[in-house]
């Protein structure tokens, strides 16, 4: 690096730049000293500006902190933190412990979504970006512009009016949002966040069931689609009347995941096979079909008035147990997608690693693992994934370093 390009840039505004970075990647300035061989009180002044940063320095720190060069003597400046876009949207928790985890808990959402970033500039693979223009929803009821955007989202992706228990799948690989499932409060449900550099990042709980994850994936999808410069922290039970945004997310997800048109179709296919004699484990058998809640299915096709308006309410104050009725119906459990990182992130990190762009240490930190289960994780990505020009994951016994060039055509989402 040019010593003339790094004196063109302000001490103060670099060690800003710096100091940024450092607490992202949730190191101390004294983690910055030993990595660098120099005293505390160094690191202080270089953030500071009262020191210039010399260029090996930078490029050592640049290295630490997963960020390029480019972004401490560029002109623009770094990305925005989370938790300054989420100021007024982070809800009040019951506890500081709480809100300790939750503050947190989106300092290590923005430290991901960072990282995958920086991944795909190592690669030269950026995330390909299919959003489409923010719906307006101005003047329309919550309901039926959530049916609207569902709809036209369905057709965009080509997705059908069937089930879609891939959603993060979709998401990920086909709009080109960064999903991250991470452990926040039981009461917090996601976090959803927009930034320019980054793209549509979303957090669901991973300490909630996988049916409340995809439904708090859905919801915030809705949001990016129709407020989509709105930070937001989700809360369990915070729709509310007075929250438009809230209803037009919940209802969107309801659309999304049960389409009218299909859900219809299936629900009178079940009445005939049933000989108009629906019970309870049919409706579960409808559920687990969706993969989503009994009780949300149950409401749903309350609103189509395929039951009885209140059936949910009565069978619920009578005690009904849907695990008991799943358990009559001998339904299969479901897979559940654990994840914490998205699959393209995995293997950007594991090709960087394996053309020598990552140390084993730097791929431990990326994959949030030891450097045992790291290497592990490679040697089963290199078996068992490939990624395709345009972004896309597929199975494949093709090993890392070769690609596939030349696919154009979106992978299939079984």
Not at 27 to 54: H, Y
């Amino acid at each position: 690096m040019q010593r003339q390009l790094l004196d063109s840039i302000p001490p103060p505004v670099i060690g800003r730049r710096l100091q940024e970075a450092r607490k992202a990647r949730g190191l101390t300035q004294q983690d910055v000293a030993d990595s660098l061989e120099i005293a505390r009180t160094t690191v202080t002044a270089l953030e500071k500006g009262e020191r210039r940063t010399r260029p090996d320095e930078l490029i050592k720190m640049a290295r630490m902190f997963g960020r390029p060069v480019g972004d401490f003597v560029g002109r623009k400046d770094p990305i925005p933190g989370f938790s300054e876009q989420l100021r007024g949207a982070v809800p009040n928790l019951d506890s500081q412990k709480a809100q300790d985890e939750l503050r947190q808990a989106i300092e290590l959402f923005q430290r991901l979504c960072e990282d995958g970033l920086h991944l795909e500039s190592l690669n030269e693979m950026p995330l390909v970006r299919s959003y489409p223009p923010q719906y307006r929803t101005d003047g329309i009821s919550p309901e039926v512009a959530a049916e609207d955007v569902a709809s036209a989202e369905r057709h965009r992706l080509a997705l059908g009016d069937g089930p879609l228990p891939n959603l993060r799948d979709v998401l990920e690989n086909d709009v080109g949002i960064r999903v991250f499932s991470i452990e926040l409060p039981l009461p917090v449900e996601g976090i959803f966040v927009y930034t320019d550099e980054l793209g549509g990042c979303i957090a669901v709980n991973a300490r909630h069931p996988w049916t409340r994850r995809r439904w708090t994936l859905a919801q915030e999808y809705g949001r990016f689609l129709t407020d989509r410069f709105r930070s937001e922290v989700s809360m369990l039970g915070g729709v509310g009347p007075s929250r438009r945004r809230d209803r037009i997310a919940d209802a969107f997800a309801r659309c999304l995941l049960m389409p009218a048109s299909g859900l219809r179709r299936r629900f009178n296919e079940l009445y005939r096979a049933a000989r108009g004699k629906i019970t309870a484990a049919e409706i579960c058998r409808l559920a687990h079909h969706y993969s989503v809640p009994v009780e949300t299915m149950m409401l749903r096709l309350e609103e189509f008035r395929l039951l009885p308006a209140g059936t949910w309410g009565r069978l619920r104050d009578a005690g009904y147990e849907t695990r008991e009725a799943q358990g009559q119906s001998s339904l299969p459990p479901r897979p559940d997608d654990e994840r914490t990182l998205p699959l393209r992130y995995q293997y950007l990190a594991a090709l960087a690693y394996e053309e020598g762009k990552l140390t084993e240490g730097e791929l431990a930190r990326y994959l949030r693992v030891d450097r045992v289960a790291a290497r592990r994780l490679v040697q089963e990505l290199s078996r068992s994934s490939l990624l395709q020009d345009e972004g896309q994951v597929t199975p494949s016994s093709i090993e890392l370093k070769s690609r596939v060039v030349g696919a154009k055509e979106p992978l299939p989402h079984s």
